[in-house]
């Protein structure tokens, strides 16, 4: 198994651009979610999604849309682009939409914003 | 908002030694989950411990868990210098969603060889 994998690895955007962050798992895992992690600020969640076709917000939604259309991925849109969204994305996965599972991460996506 | 905040921020110790590293938090909790993280890459499970256990181990990792103090303790035995590693507590509140993991701000531990 791949594990979960994410695209790109870098990426340089100019503010009001727009992009897609992919995710993908191999592991047939129900629940799947987006963090962004910043110096000293830890992980805060994005959207997460208990299902195909069920999403949610998290902590830090403002500026992101996400769709859950198959169980294996679940691709970060960032609209408009803006320096403040400049951060480490990464994107986690568990069997079960439940806290008693690990949640698996991928090698994460480094945005930066000009 | 931060549920967990690890303590100390930065621990710095010699191959062979201890390390402690500390988590607390404030609402009760289902679970706590320790992760590592080496430098550029994804966050990895190291241990969860549920909040009817007070001790779990696993190879030389020992986690302990007091829910009365909302806190709880990750001891890395016999440290090497491939634990070099940021550290993060992660907490599932049992007045959340499940699977919504709070993150700490995470412990940057460095082992001199």
């Known amino acids: 198994n791949a594990g979960v994998t994410q695209t790109p690895k870098f990426q340089v955007l100019k503010t009001g651009q727009s992009m897609t962050l992919q995710c993908a798992q191999d592991?047939?895992?129900?629940?799947m979610s987006w963090y962004r992690q910043d110096p000293g600020m830890g992980l805060r969640l994005i959207h997460y999604?208990?299902?195909?076709?069920?999403?949610d917000q998290g902590e830090v939604p403002n500026g992101y849309n996400v769709s859950r259309s198959t169980t294996e991925d679940f691709p970060l849109r960032l609209l408009s682009a803006a320096p403040s969204q400049t951060s480490v994305y990464f994107c986690?996965?568990?069997?079960?939409?439940?806290?008693?599972?690990?949640?698996?991460f991928g090698p994460g996506t480094r945005l930066t914003v000009t | 908002s931060q549920q967990g905040e690890e303590d100390p921020q930065a621990l710095s110790i010699q191959e062979g030694e201890n390390a402690t590293m500390n988590c607390s938090y404030k609402t009760s909790i289902n679970n706590l989950q320790w992760y590592r993280q080496n430098s550029g890459r994804g966050l990895v499970h190291l241990i969860l411990?549920?909040?009817?256990?007070r001790e779990k181990h696993s190879g030389r990792l020992r986690v302990t868990l007091d829910t009365s103090k909302k806190s709880s303790s990750l001891l890395i035995t016999a440290s090497r210098a491939a634990d070099t590693a940021s550290y993060f507590c992660?907490?599932?509140?049992?007045?959340?969603?499940?699977?919504?993991?709070?993150f700490g701000k995470g412990i940057t531990l460095s082992v001199r060889p």
């Open positions: 986690a996965s568990s069997y079960r939409p439940r806290e008693e599972y690990e949640q698996y």
């Open positions: 592991m047939n895992h129900e629940y």
């Open positions: 411990i549920r909040s009817n256990e």
């Open positions: 999604s208990v299902g195909a076709g069920i999403t």
């Open positions: 992660a907490t599932s509140p049992t007045d959340g969603a499940n699977s919504k993991l709070t």
